[in-house]
C-alpha cells in the first residue's frame, strides 16, 4: 500500500481524528480525503479504523474502490472483516430503493443500450457491483468468518438458492463467529428458518450464540419459537433476558404474556426492566392496530382498507 504524508503522525492522534468523524458523522470534503488517506496508510491500526469510518462515506469517488480493494487483497483478516462492514449500507441502500432484480449478481449486459441505462443509474452500478462482491466471497473465501461476514450483508437476500446453501452450511460451523453471522443473516426470513433458529433456543447455547438465536427469532411471528423462547426466561444473563423480553412481546403469540411483562417489569436489572416496559408497549399497539383493522376496517386510524 502507498504511504502519505499523515503517516509522519502520531498514531493515536490520527485514530482519535477518525473516532471523532465517526462519532459526530462529520464527512466533509476534507474529512472524506482524510478517511481515503488513512485506508492507504501501512499502520494496520490506522487503516482498520480509517475502513470503519468509511462506512460513513461510502458513496463519496474513490472510498467504495478502496474498499473493495481492502475486502479482496488486504493481508490483515480483522481489516478485511471491517471492510465488509463499511460494504452493508450498500446492499441495505439498494434494497430499499428496490435495485434488486433478476440480473442475479453479474452486472454483465447482453445489450449495449440496456447497459447504458444501466450505468447511468450509480447506485444500482454500486450495488451490483457489492453484491457480486459479496458472493464471490461466500463461494470462493478461505476464511470461514469472512464468508459468514458477506452472507450477513446479503441476508436480505436469503432466498437465493446458493445464499440458502451457504447458509445451511455455516451455521453448522463450529466456530461461534460463524454460527453467529449466519443467524444474522436468516434473521431477515426467520419464517422459513424456523427449524434452524429453533435449535440454538436452549439453555445450554453458548450465551452469545443465543442472543444471536433470539435476535433471529424476532420477526418470525413463530408460536413454536415463542415457546422455545419462554423457557429461557430463567436465563441468568440479563441480556438474554432483554432479548427474550422484546421477542416474546414483537411475536405476541405467547399465553399469558402479559403477566410475563408486568413480573419483569418489576426486575432488579433496570435493562430488563426497561425491555418488559418496551414489550408491554409493544404489544399494545399491535393490539391496537388489529383492533382499528379488524374492528373499524381502518389501517392505522387513517383509512379504509382495500
Known amino acids: 500500500m502507498s504511504s502519505t504524508s499523515n503517516e509522519a503522525r502520531d498514531w493515536q492522534a490520527v485514530l482519535d481524528q477518525l473516532a471523532r468523524i465517526r462519532e459526530e458523522s462529520d464527512f466533509a470534503t476534507g474529512n472524506v480525503e482524510f478517511i481515503r488517506e488513512q485506508m ?22 474513490y472510498v467504495m474502490d478502496l474498499v473493495i480493494d481492502i475486502v479482496e487483497n488486504d493481508p490483515v483478516a480483522p481489516i478485511r472483516k471491517a471492510a465488509l462492514q463499511a460494504l452493508q449500507g450498500v446492499i441495505e441502500e439498494g434494497l430499499a430503493q428496490e435495485l434488486e432484480d433478476d440480473r442475479g ?41 469472512i464468508q459468514g461476514l458477506a452472507l450477513a450483508s446479503l441476508g436480505p437476500l436469503a432466498d437465493r438458492e446458493l445464499i440458502r446453501e451457504k447458509i445451511g452450511d455455516l451455521i453448522e460451523h463450529n466456530e461461534p463467529s460463524v454460527q453467529r453471522a449466519a443467524l444474522q443473516a436468516i434473521s431477515n426470513n426467520p419464517q422459513e428458518w424456523e427449524a434452524e433458529i429453533g435449535a440454538f433456543l436452549d439453555p445450554d447455547t453458548p450465551t452469545p450464540i443465543l442472543r444471536e438465536a433470539i435476535a433471529a427469532a424476532f420477526s418470525s411471528e413463530s408460536a413454536i419459537l415463542a415457546e422455545k423462547i419462554t423457557l429461557l426466561l ?48 409493544l404489544i399494545s399497539d399491535k393490539n391496537f392496530d388489529h383492533y382499528m383493522r379488524d374492528s373499524l376496517g381502518m389501517s392505522g386510524g387513517d383509512a379504509p382498507l382495500a
Open 40 to 61: 492507504q496508510s501501512e499502520d494496520d491500526r490506522i487503516r482498520a479504523a480509517a475502513t470503519l469510518a468509511a462506512e460513513g462515506c461510502i458513496f463519496e469517488p
Open 105 to 145: 449478481y453479474s452486472t454483465q449486459m447482453d445489450d449495449v443500450e440496456e447497459w447504458e441505462e444501466y450505468q447511468s443509474t450509480n447506485l444500482q452500478e454500486d450495488y451490483q457491483r457489492v453484491k457480486a462482491v459479496l458472493m464471490y466471497l461466500i463461494e470462493t473465501d478461505d476464511d470461514p468468518e
Open 234 to 281: 430463567n436465563h441468568e444473563d440479563p441480556e438474554v433476558l432483554r432479548y427474550a423480553i422484546l421477542t416474546l412481546g414483537n411475536i405476541n403469540k405467547t399465553p399469558n404474556l402479559g403477566d410475563m411483562l408486568q413480573h419483569f417489569s418489576l426486575h432488579n436489572d433496570p435493562s430488563v426492566r426497561a425491555a418488559a416496559r418496551d414489550a408491554i408497549d
